[in-house]
């Protein structure tokens, strides 16, 4: 595993993330989902071939890398700030299945130096970035890493669901809010709305979102 050089607050984030992971077993976390439906409905529009090179974006202990392992998807990354959320996810998927990078997305110090990707698949994270820097610093990763004709999904809280997650406050996306932030240089291929219900029962809305980079 690849660790990347900590500032202070990056440290304390750090630390937030990593109690989290060591202190609750994934299925009791308010974001564990059992139902992948609305993202795969997006991974499958992409008809990206099974070698293609997916970054998934603060991957925390999501089952996500699980199933894209068992639909044979071969060339896996999965970057969190929590090095205890991607050691757990790397013993459970099998080391040799995923590359697992630690960083922080919103001061990258690894991730500015790998190879582009064709997809870049976010869910719940880019929401905590509510600093205009940190989301400033986010978009031009993201920019900087997905290939051209490669593809973007981010699936985030809307502007009708609540506005903290994990004692955290977030900022909240629409459509055209994420049309915004990405640019010219990428085009919207779908959206939707989509409810999940968390493993408490209450619901959260979301905004799914697929782009294509020029
Ligand atoms: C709400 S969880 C979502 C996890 C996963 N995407 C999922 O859908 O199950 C947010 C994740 O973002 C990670 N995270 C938060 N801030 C981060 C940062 N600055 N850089 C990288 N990862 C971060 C956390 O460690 C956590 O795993």
Known sequence: MST?????????????????????????????????????????????????RIINIGAGSTTLIDELINLNYSNLIATDISEIALNNL????????????????TNPQL?????????????????????????ENYFELLSNTVKSNGYVILAQFNTNSAKFCSGLPLFQYDQELLEKQLGS????????????????GDKREYIYTLFKKK
């Open 185 to 200: 240089s990428f085009t919207l291929v779908d959206s939707f709305n989509y409810t999940y219900t968390m493993p408490s």
């Open 111 to 135: 991730l500015k130096h790998i190879e582009p990707v064709d997809l870049w698949i976010d869910r719940a994270v880019l929401h905590f970035f509510t600093n205009p820097k940190e989301q």
């Open 90 to 105: 790397a013993l459970r998927v099998g080391k040799e299945n995923i590359k697992t990078i630690v960083d922080d997305l």
């Open 4 to 52: 990347s050089n900590n500032s202070e607050s990056e440290k304390n984030l750090k630390e937030y993330w990593n109690n989290v992971y060591t202190n609750n077993p994934k299925e009791k976390l308010g974001w564990f989902e059992t139902d992948l439906s609305p993202m795969f409905n997006l991974v499958n529009q992409t008809k990206l071939p099974k070698e293609a």
